[in-house]
């Protein structure tokens, strides 16, 4: 049966634009990466210490969150707890209609594409201008990023050309400097008239109550600095204790992301512009992000620290603590500080592209994100788009062990649906009995080389498998009956050879 | 010795390998018949308690074994890795996976780090392609080892693919709950192979070898695919084409 998810994997398929821009992006990025990580003497060291913090900050959530409330607080900046999508979106649009603004810049963020702010404050009367130059030709064609980093990586110059010219009234140009100028200039007077700036941030940093912002444009300090309101929409997950936390996820982040050594911007706010000095935003506020969030927080599956892989463990009922040195799984998908390199190395979405996937985080942090916010039902099939190939858990920078958890997804999903599949669990609870009984397995294995291939292959997994593949050769004797015939040799018979 | 299930139901020339390869080396093989899969099928399409029974028929198959070899990094990784996680709430059981885990190894990285042979007097004539399975490389670790057994072969010139360390496209039921990506991300590693002027692609896993092996003749390809084990029977420069001939 095909899904709708099974189409877009189709048309990424026969895209041949889509999958030269995709490969291109990831040769790119993950050459520069590993050159980026090789040049680091203490790159795995850094990896470990980023998972400790990541892993100490989550276990203790509400103690820091509580700490960067407090001291946002102290710094004049106001501080709102969303719940969900809609509490966040209704404050914002609330907070605009209050101060009169008609229009907003916005930095490249995937969490306000994630509640669809911008949705939100249009149908609110509100312009909402993304300033990202990939994330403006996003907006300008009316369409959803298709990478956590490059928003329009499967976007070619001749259809950016083509944009423009439909759009922005631009002579069709395909040279990229006359492009960006034409950006520039019409989002330099956005900036100059926005009332409010709203942003995301990388890190919040608790014991000062700061936010991080990494970029290469220069757009996000715009949107930070120019407009008299800067709103930061910040997931609860990106707290981390201290500024000196920092250093480490620094060194980290741009690497991972497209192999630079720092972002060419990199700004470190507290709080609006305080009396005294010459500029800044008059108001800061900070709404912090729950929105499915603490769900994974209170997962309810723990593991020993230290197993070679880290599935599913003791079963602890949600909201007990955690005996001691125990971590739990999915909890881990918390860690991720949205880099994209796990996007960039995965063999999967470099074939299928961003919005092929169901949601607005794709790759392998978005097939594990999306059903633990969602649940299941968005895509059943999605975390089994995968080949654990394992790519992703090496180059993940806070390493998070994706793999395990894409099978833990999977037997969840499986348990979910007791009427689901009923075909392919009778399948494997007969398989799991017949391979119990050596015997039976024998004989299967004797019988079903009398079936002809034909009739195997008509329906079921074969018939799936042929699609673009030949069968292998049912050889006439299994390797058991080989051995067999060996270990009891009828005299003069020579071992160790070919049947 | 572990041999596999699928090696056994649809490779059994690779098993054949596996025992001369051993034989030539030395030992004493043996294969306990009360095996049959590790489970890993169930496992990995979401299905535990089915793969903990299959499992638990494994530990019994080899309680006995004082070695375990097997032509296959991804089986080897599921006993070593996964086992003690699927017996996590069965102290005994979990105790016996640990036990039988750890004198478990991948054929190659027995011969070379548990041996100490990097030459088992194999010939080959021919341009061989390396092919990195993703368990066996990023589970086990396992990299170097096959290398250095296919470079002491007579007659056989390694060419590295530009893609060796990419995922073929397999991925178990993957393959069949999304043929065409699976194929997809197989003709990638084809036309690496292509690059590369590999006339055979190697590697030590029979599942991703069938998958790469099928699409190749699916699209006509001039490329043979075989075990490493098959190569280092020295038995196969010869013998007919196919990895399932």
């Not at chain 1, 994209?340 to 994100?369: D, E, F, M, Q």
């Not at chain 2, 299930?5 to 051993?22: K, M, R, S």
């Not at chain 2, 692609?201 to 075989?226: F, I, Q, T």
């Amino acid at each position: 049966m095909k899904t709708a998810f099974d189409e877009r994997i189709g048309t990424a398929l026969a895209d041949s634009r889509l999958q030269a821009a995709l490969e291109h992006l990831a040769f790119r990025f993950m050459t520069a990466r590993n050159q980026a990580a090789a040049d680091l003497p203490n790159w795995e060291e850094l990896r470990t210490q980023a998972h400790a913090i990541k892993r100490h900050t989550i276990e203790n959530l509400s103690t820091y969150l509580l700490q960067l409330e407090a001291r946002v607080r102290e710094r004049g900046g106001t501080v709102f707890w969303a719940e969900d999508a809609a509490q966040a979106c209704s404050y914002v649009v609330e907070l605009a209609r209050a101060r009169g603004v008609k229009l907003a810049v916005k930095s490249k963020s995937m969490v306000t594409e994630e509640i669809e702010l911008n949705h939100a404050l249009e149908r609110a009367g509100i312009e909402a201008v993304e300033t990202d130059l990939g994330e403006y030709i996003i907006q300008l064609a009316g369409e959803k990023p298709s990478h956590i980093v490059v928003p329009a990586v499967h976007k070619t110059r001749g259809q950016v050309a083509d944009l423009f010219e439909k759009k922005l009234g631009l002579p069709h140009t395909e040279d990229v400097a006359k492009l960006t100028a034409t950006a520039r200039a019409v989002l330099r007077q956005k900036f100059l008239a926005a009332g409010m700036g709203i942003t995301g941030a990388n890190f919040a940093i608790a014991e000062s109550g700061s936010i991080v912002l990494m970029e290469n444009e220069g757009n996000i300090r715009f949107s930070s600095s120019a407009p008299k309101i800067h709103v930061a929409v910040v997931g609860i997950e990106k707290v981390i204790p201290r500024m000196a936390d920092l250093a480490v996820f620094l060194r980290l982040l741009a690497r991972s992301a497209t192999g630079q050594k720092l972002g060419s911007y990199v700004s470190i706010l507290s709080g609006a512009r305080r009396p005294g000095e010459p500029d800044g935003p008059q108001e800061f506020h900070l709404v912090l992000l729950d929105n499915g969030r603490t769900r994974m927080l209170a997962d309810p599956v723990a593991q020993p620290e230290g197993y070679a892989s880290a599935a599913a463990g003791t079963v602890l009922s949600a909201g007990t603590a955690q005996p001691e040195g125990y971590a739990t799984l999915r909890r881990e998908t918390l860690y991720c500080i949205r880099c994209g390199a796990c996007l960039n190395v995965c063999p999967v979405y470099r074939k299928i592209g961003g919005h092929a996937y169901p949601w607005v985080y794709s790759g392998p942090i978005g097939a594990i994100l999306t059903p633990q916010m969602l649940g299941f039902a968005i895509e059943p099939k999605l975390p089994f788009a995968s080949s654990l190939c394992g790519a992703c858990r090496d180059v993940c920078p806070v390493k998070i062990p994706i793999p395990e958890m894409l099978l833990l997804l999977r037997s969840l999903e499986t348990e979910s649906m007791p009427g689901g599949r009923w075909l392919e669990r009778t399948g494997f609870r007969l398989w799991a009995w017949a391979m119990r009984q050596p015997w039976l397995y024998r004989l299967g294995s004797r019988a079903a080389r009398f079936i002809p291939a034909r009739l195997l292959a008509a329906a079921g997994p074969l018939a799936c498998w042929r699609k673009t593949r030949e069968l292998p050769v049912f050889p006439e004797e299994s390797f058991r009956d080989w051995w067999r015939k060996r270990r009891a040799p009828p005299a003069g018979m020579a071992t160790g050879r070919r049947p | 010795m572990f041999i596999t299930c699928v090696v056994d139901q649809f490779f059994p020339q690779v098993g054949i390998a596996t025992v001369e390869v051993l034989e030539r080396c030395g030992l004493e093989v043996d294969f306990p018949e009360g095996q049959t899969c590790c489970g890993q099928p169930a496992f990995n399409t979401g299905y535990r308690e089915e793969a903990r029974r299959v499992a638990r028929g494994w530990l019994q198959a080899f309680h006995d074994s004082e070695a375990i070899v097997a032509p296959s990094g991804s089986c080897v990784s599921f006993v070593r890795q996964q086992f003690p996680e699927l017996f996590h709430d069965s102290p005994a059981e979990l105790e016996e996976a640990r036990r039988l885990g750890a004198r478990t190894w991948e054929l190659t990285e027995f011969l070379v780090s548990v041996l100490g042979r990097e030459d088992v007097g194999a010939v080959y004539e021919g341009a061989v392609g390396y092919h990195e399975s993703c368990h066996l490389l990023r589970e086990l670790r396992i990299s170097r080892q096959p290398r250095a057994l296919l470079k002491n072969v007579r007659g056989l010139e390694l060419r590295e693919l530009d893609l060796a360390q990419e995922c073929c496209g397999f991925g178990g039921t993957f393959s069949v709950k999304f043929p065409e990506l699976s194929a997809a991300m197989a003709d990638d590693k084809l036309r690496s192979a292509a690059r590369a002027g590999a006339e055979t692609l190697v590697a030590c896993d029979m599942s991703c070898l069938m998958h790469l092996d099928g699409r190749a003749r699916r699209l006509n390809l001039p490329l043979r695919c075989l075990h490493i084990a098959q190569i280092l029977a020295g038995t196969s420069a010869g013998a007919g084409g196919r990895a399932g001939a």
